[in-house]
Each structure stands twice: as C-alpha cells, then as structure tokens.
C-alpha cells in the first residue's frame, strides 16, 4: 500500500474536528514533516486561529516514532488529550494502518498518593504520621475537600488531581500527595502496585504520543534522572513560555519557615547533637533574614555567608544521622524518614548553592508581607537563586540526540526569530558549526485580516510615563476610551498597583460599566463574567496579558497602561541585562525590550480570537510612538492598522459599539420570537 500523503493525512485530520484547512496549518504541518525527516530544530509562529496542534500533531503521527508534546498550560494539555488526539487518531487509522497510543505526564505531586491516603500524613511536632480524616473538623472546608477526595480515589483511573472537579485547595491537596523527593519508591511502598503516578509513567511508556507540560520537561534536562520516556521528536507549544518556566524549575528558594519546617521533622529521628546543630544553625539564619535588606547580593555579605555554611554543614550532618538511626517506635518509620530527610535536602541543596558562587548565579533577597496562609512563610522573608540564563542548558539538553519543533503565536520579535532562538540557546538562523544547532524559523501567518479587523492607537499626547507617578491624564485617557467603546475593555497593566488604582479611580468615574479586578475573584469567574457582559471591563496584570481567550463583542478594546518593560530592580533581569552590556551587547534591547517585546504580542493578541472580532489595541506610553527602539516593539505586534489620532480611534469604537449592540439586540429579538428588520 503506498503511504498517504501528508495532504491526505490532514484533511482526514481536519474534517474530523470539524474545521477547514487553512493555508497557514498546511505551510506549518509540511515545515515541521520536513523538520522531523531531517532531524533538524524548527521554530514555527502560528498565529490565532490557524489549527497550529493539527499542524504539528499530523507530520508527528505520519513520522512513527515517539513525540513528546509539552504545553505550558492545563487547557491545551486538556483540548490535546480530551479532543484533538483522539479525533486525529480515529482519523487517520484508516490510512496509517495502525492506532498509535497517547497519555498525559505530569510531575509525582499531581497525583493522588495511596499511601497518604490510606495510612496518614506525616506530622512535624509529634512522632509517626496522623489520620487526616480525623483531624480535619468534617464540617471546615478542609474536612469536606479530604473526604471527598477519599471517596473519589475509589472511582478515579487517574489519580490526576485535574480530574477532580470541583477542585480543592493546595492544603487539602497536600494531605494526599507526595513530591518525588517524598516518595518511598514503588518497590517499596505498600501500595506501589496501584500507584496512579507510576501508572501514569508505565502507561506513557508505551505511548507513541506522550503530553506533558514545561516543567516536567525542565526537570527531565535539569535533574538528569529521566522522567520522560525516551522519543525522537520533541513539540514544545506555547514556546514564549518555555524559558521562564525552566528558569522556575532551576530557581531554589529559603525561607525561615522551610529551615524550621526541616528542623522539625528531622528532630525526632536524628541523634540530639545533629538535631542542636540545625536548630542553632536555622535560628541564626532567621536572626540575618530578618535584618536584611531586598535586593541583588551580588557578593553574599560575610555574615550571612556563615550563616549559610552553618546550614549546610548541619544539614549535612542531619542527612547521614537520618541514614544510620533506626527507631521502630515511629509509625511508618519509612515514610516519616523520606519526608525529613526531602525537607532537609531541600534545605541543603539551596544552601550549598548560594555558598559555592557560582558566577552564572544570581541571588538575592525579598520580603514580603505575610498573607492568609502563609503560615509556612511567617517573616515573609526569603533569599532565592536563579541561572543568569538557561540558554545553556537549553542548546545543551534540549537540542540534542532528537529533532525539536518549538511553536507559538509570538516567537517572532522585532520581525525575526533571533531573539528567541538566542534565549534558547540558538545561534543566530543559518549559522554553520560542528556544535551549533541547526534551526530554521517559519511564520505560516493568521487567517485573521488584521489590518482591516483591529487598529493599533498610541496615545502620543499623554505624557511620558514616570515609574509609579501620578498619571491622571493617563486615567481620563482611560475613561473616554472605555466610553465611547461601551465598556468591553480588557486592561492590561504594568503592576498590580497600577491595575487596582486604575480600577478604584474608574468605579467612581463611570459607575455605569462595571469594572472587575483580578484577584477580587478567581481568574476563571472573572473570565466567565467578562465574557458573558459587554458593559464590563476586566482589569489586571501578568495572566491576563496572556490567559484571557474572549472571542467577540465583550473584548472589543485592548488597553496597556504602558510599555510592560521589568522594574529596573528585578533583580534577576538586571543581572541578565549587566552581563549582556558586559559581554559587549545591547543589555537593554536583548533583556528589557525583549521582555516588553513578547508581552505586548501576547497583549495584543487578545483582541482578534475570531474572524469577526473588530476592535482597538491602544497603548496609553508615548514611547511606543517616540523612542527608537518603538520601532521594534511594534514589528513584534499583529500587523493592525496604526494611527496616534485620539478623534479617529473614538470614532471607531462608538462604530464597533453601535453595531456590537445592533448585533446584540437582533439576537435578543430572535430568542424572544421577535420579528423586527434592523438597519444597517
């Protein structure tokens, strides 16, 4: 039988889901065919809209080897695993002649553990473990979340917590879950032959296609103790987010309530000196973090330096007490010794870090103040450590022995791919070397004309940002733009602060739009109520500039206060930023405006989800329109019409508004058996 054509394999694939072939999907499944063939690295920008999963889940499956696809978030893991995959497979069958198998892989902690379940949870002020079943009040929140999920472990296949709906909090998640570092290990733990997350591993195993997510990737490169199964192809989706979540991954953290937590746990079980030497050591380690100052240690201050050391070298003794002393009159001795002895590796490791000095390091200080909950943090203090980069980590566990496929919508900044490959790693597209990775860069486009769908509108005539000034000609800006749109604005903000300021200003001003603000409820109701009001606006930071998908007439307008470059003391970005000047580069434009870069694309990309959207991005920074590197911010955003003219962009929108609501009311009509002719 001759082997179907990849044009073949996709439109079986596309008519499956119910959508049409576009000519974007095509171009992307024949680069990455091409790219897997040859065994090369592709990165591939797919804008909204254009089927990009078909694109690389096809040319995948035709190949027949191995894939691993790793997204960065729950919903795509959830459409590729619950809809795209077992649609494309059934399609397909026919003509590949085989079936090839799929799964999901997550990390150890989002899998429900038997053996909290059943035998306890090992406790920190008292010997042996717990029932947590009966400690938790059955009628507190807790208490229902814990005997719920006991009567769900007896129904689950999973054991994936994101299989548990309606959801329960990280404590209540915590009482039944163990991190690797935890776990007893399938050969020796009594329920290791129905264990969900060894299932999930035997299971992925013997998967063609394995989905998992960035994290679980960055510890399978980092840790060297492979969780993946070994594959030929890697797909990375959602690839703008792949670097800060590897840097998540690599970033260690110590905090006063952690050093006491491993004191605790470990006390019981150790002999009395090893156990002083790590309360002396965890005390005088609080005493110094509660004098410091926040900020970048670019050289550790002497005092904390011995501080560190005295950790380190207590734990380490800990460590092999933990190993030598043996007191069988702990309860499940086995599990409560993995637990201190996690506790104070973790303790040890971060500690021996920041002692060593690395120079690809950065470490610094934060305080922040205590919330609800944050019991395990109580002097709200911290000192964490970071890789200057993981471009070198990337190029070296990422793009060897396999072919790498890295898609997004926004992978192309500034007009070209360079950026992002140099995060990753890469050397500048066409390269040549023995051990330079080969890539190419592709943009197959959007089927959205955004040209004549959306208008990009800088506020030229506001004045010049200032970092935390007042910016009140900035919020009538604001005002008016969100009253000639008629509400259905989504503002995307710098800070936090900014957002609620931003917010508590406008309720008073024009209390006739509702204005909701992130953290006032979860991400997801917002979401949900933004969607389902046109009047509304939605407010906030960070996740939304990247989590909010509302096709239609509620997200008709698209606000950023301002450029979105980092605070010039984030430690981390400054650090990046200094040794690319030092290395004779541009810090500013290879750090901050690329940072700014991606944000905006991301920004702007939330107001075309659909071919009908119409609609307004509007940056309220002049620098967008002034400053020389505006030019390559706006080369990274959707090619949308531009003008800086104020009377214009109102124009437009009361236009989108009148027939948004022209639209809205014709439905209103109909539902309501209405016969009523509309005007155009």
Not at 101 to 110: D, I
Not at 365 to 372: A, I, K, L, T
Not at 666 to 676: R, T, Y
Request: proline residues 5%.
């Amino acid at each position: 039988m001759t082997k179907p054509s990849l044009p073949e394999l996709l439109h079986a694939a596309v008519t499956a889901v119910g959508g049409t072939e576009r000519p974007g999907q095509v171009a992307m499944a024949e680069a990455v065919e091409e790219a897997i063939d040859g065994g090369s690295h592709l990165l591939v920008q797919a804008g909204t809209g254009t089927g990009k999963s078909l694109g690389y889940l096809v040319p995948a499956l035709a190949h027949g080897e191995r894939v691993v696809v790793a997204t960065a978030t729950l919903a795509l893991q959830r459409q590729l695993v619950e809809r795209d995959l077992p649609r494309t497979v059934d399609a397909l069958h026919p003509q590949l002649r085989r079936r090839p198998e799929f799964a999901m892989l997550k990390g150890r902690s989002n899998y429900l553990c038997l053996h909290r379940l059943h035998e306890g949870v090992p406790q920190d002020e008292e010997e042996g473990l717990f029932d947590q079943f009966e400690a938790a009040a059955p009628t507190s929140r807790l208490g229902q979340d814990l005997l719920r999920m006991r009567d769900w472990a007896d129904e689950t296949e999973t054991g994936d917590r994101d299989d548990l709906t309606p959801g329960v909090s990280d404590r209540a998640w915590s009482q039944v879950s163990v991190s690797s570092r935890e776990c007893l290990g399938a050969s020796k733990c009594a329920y290791g032959a129905e264990c969900f997350a060894e299932t999930a591993r035997e299971r992925a195993k013997l998967s063609e296609v394995v989905v998992t997510n960035h994290a679980l990737l960055a510890i399978d490169a980092i840790e060297g103790a492979p969780v993946l199964p070994q594959h030929e192809v890697l797909i990375v989706d959602e690839a703008h987010e792949l670097v800060s979540r590897v840097t998540g991954v690599a970033t260690g953290e110590l905090t006063p309530g952690q050093v006491n937590r491993a004191v605790r746990r470990a006390a019981k079980l150790v002999n009395e000196k090893a156990a002083d030497q790590l309360q002396t050591a965890a005390e005088g380690f609080e005493r110094l973090m509660e004098l410091a100052l926040p900020g970048r240690l670019e050289e550790i201050p002497e005092d904390l330096g011995y501080a560190l050391m005295a950790l380190r070298d207590a734990c380490r003794t800990v460590i092999s007490a933990i190993g030598t002393t043996r007191d069988k009159s702990v309860q499940d001795e086995d599990a409560v010794r993995k637990q201190a002895l996690a506790s104070v590796e973790s303790v040890h490791d971060v500690a021996e870090r920041i002692t060593n000095g690395s120079e690809w390091d950065v470490v610094w200080y934060e305080r922040q103040e205590p919330r609800g909950g944050a019991a395990y943090r109580p002097s709200g203090a911290s000192l964490r450590v970071a890789p200057m980069s993981v471009s070198g980590l990337l190029r070296e566990k990422l793009f060897t022995d396999r072919s790498v496929v890295l898609t997004s919508a926004t992978l192309k900044l500034g007009g070209d791919f360079n950026g992002v490959g140099a995060s990753l790693g890469l050397a500048a597209e066409g390269t040549e070397g023995d051990d330079v990775p080969q890539w190419k860069g592709v943009d197959v486009g959007s089927p959205f004309d955004y040209r004549k769908q959306g208008i990009l509108y800088v506020a030229k005539h506001l004045a010049r940002p200032a970092r935390d000034g007042d910016r009140g000609d900035m919020l009538d800006e604001l005002t008016e733009l969100i009253q000639a749109a008629g509400g259905r604005t989504l503002g995307l903000f710098s800070s936090m602060r900014a957002a609620q300021l931003a917010a508590e200003e406008l309720r008073s001003r024009i209390p006739e739009y509702p204005i909701l603000l992130q953290g006032e409820e979860t991400l997801g109701e917002l979401i949900k109520n933004f969607a389902a009001d046109p009047r509304t606006c939605l407010f906030g930071t960070l996740s939304l500039w990247q989590g909010v998908d509302v096709p239609g007439p509620s997200c008709q307008l698209v606000v950023m206060d301002k450029i979105p470059f980092p605070r010039p003391d984030d430690p981390l970005m400054s650090a990046r930023q200094k040794a690319v000047e030092e290395a004779g580069g541009n810090g500013f434009m290879a750090v901050a405006a690329t940072h700014a870069a991606l944000l905006m694309a991301q920004g702007a990309g939330r107001l075309v989800r659909a071919s009908g959207d119409r609609g307004v991005v509007a940056v309220l920074d002049q620098r967008l329109a002034t400053a020389r590197y505006g030019s390559y911010l706006k080369a990274s955003l959707p090619d949308f019409w531009f003008t800086t003219d104020r009377n214009q962009v109102r124009k437009s929108l009361a236009a989108i508004d009148a027939k948004a609501k022209q639209t809205e009311d014709a439905a209103a009509g109909a539902g309501e058996g209405a016969e009523q002719t509309q005007g155009d």
